[in-house]
């Protein structure tokens, strides 16, 4: 049997489905993923240059060499943004006018039906984009936050902002303090009640598909060790190996926007 119909019986059977999505998922949208070759480090990068943005210099405390060897492991934590707030800001609003011009793809969309047919689905999502939510998605769990969301880092206030550029970086808040991106940066806890229920809903699957992540960054990707555990049968759609290749039930070595309308 081919892989599309092997899944499809697989979902068609399946009384309970969860899924974990990651950048790749976004690819096909237009939006770079973090870690394949030309993704966001290296576009922000050229980018910037085009743009003759804030160019760093030894005054400005670290030459401009190292921001080259960057990885989004060392600029997404909060000690990055605590050094340079604007140069972090600089990325996410960079980021923010890429995710503006995208529009949710197939994949998006054909996971925004598979909800409306399955009685128990979830989607996990470490994407911040909110192409889930436009594609239709409801039953949804963004365990990396939110890149419309903005927080006071003095007052915690919180409030969405759905310009693709912002007049002033950093953002301020109406008390004064600077506000962040609200996403979930390394080292920082996801969010407790939505983590808690992707592991309920990971550990309760009968199917769990794994769709365009690498699977390097825990917990996240604890989750799909844990549906293994649990019983889950482990789909993953990618169309490169990674480090969960060996442990699923079956690896479709695949674009997502191609292969998840197939499942259906
Ligand atoms: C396609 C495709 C197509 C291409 N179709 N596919 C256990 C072991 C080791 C380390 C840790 C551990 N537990 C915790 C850690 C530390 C750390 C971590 O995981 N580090 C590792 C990297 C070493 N984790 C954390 O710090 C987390 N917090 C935490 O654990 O809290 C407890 C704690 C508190 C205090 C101290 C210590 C711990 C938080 C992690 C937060 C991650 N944040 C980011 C940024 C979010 C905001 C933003 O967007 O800017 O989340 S980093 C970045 O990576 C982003 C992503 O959500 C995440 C995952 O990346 P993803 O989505 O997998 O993208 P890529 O680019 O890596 O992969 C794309 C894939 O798509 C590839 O496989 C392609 O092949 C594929 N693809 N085209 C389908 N068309
Ligand atoms: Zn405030």
């Not at 003095?154 to 912002?166: A, F, S, W």
Request: hydrophobic share 40%; charged share 20%.
């Amino acid at each position: 049997m081919t892989s599309a119909g092997t899944i499809r019986d697989w979902v068609a059977s399946a009384h309970s489905i969860a899924v974990l999505t990651g950048a790749g998922i976004s690819a096909e949208s237009g939006i770079p993923t973090f870690r394949d070759a030309g993704g966001l480090w290296k576009n922000f990068r050229a980018e910037r240059t085009a743009r003759g943005a804030h160019q760093v210099t030894d005054e400005q405390s670290r030459p401009a060499a190292l921001y080259a060897n960057m990885t989004p492991e060392q600029l997404a934590t909060p000690q990055a943004f605590a050094r340079d707030p604007k140069f972090v800001w600089e990325w996410y609003d960079w980021r923010r006018s890429v995710i503006a011009q995208a529009e949710p793809n197939a994949g998006h969309m054909a996971l925004a039906q598979l909800e409306k047919r399955t009685a128990d689905f979830t989607l996990v999502t470490q994407n911040v984009d909110g192409l889930h939510d436009r594609a239709g998605s409801t039953r949804l769990l963004k365990v990396h936050g939110d890149i419309w969301t903005l927080r006071c880092t003095l007052c915690g206030r919180e409030r969405q902002d759905l310009r693709p550029n912002l007049p002033e970086l950093p953002p301020q808040c109406h008390c004064g303090g600077i506000e962040r991106p609200g996403v979930v940066w390394f080292g920082e806890n996801l969010p407790p009640e939505i983590w808690s229920q992707a592991e309920q809903s990971a550990s309760a699957a009968g199917l769990f598909l794994v769709v365009g992540t690498s699977a390097l960054v825990y917990p996240a990707a604890g989750l799909v060790h844990l549906a293994k555990a649990s019983g889950a049968k482990v789909v993953e759609v990618n169309p490169a190996e990674t480090p969960v290749s060996g442990m699923v039930d079956f690896s479709w070595r695949a674009p997502a926007a191609e292969a998840l309308p197939q499942i259906l």
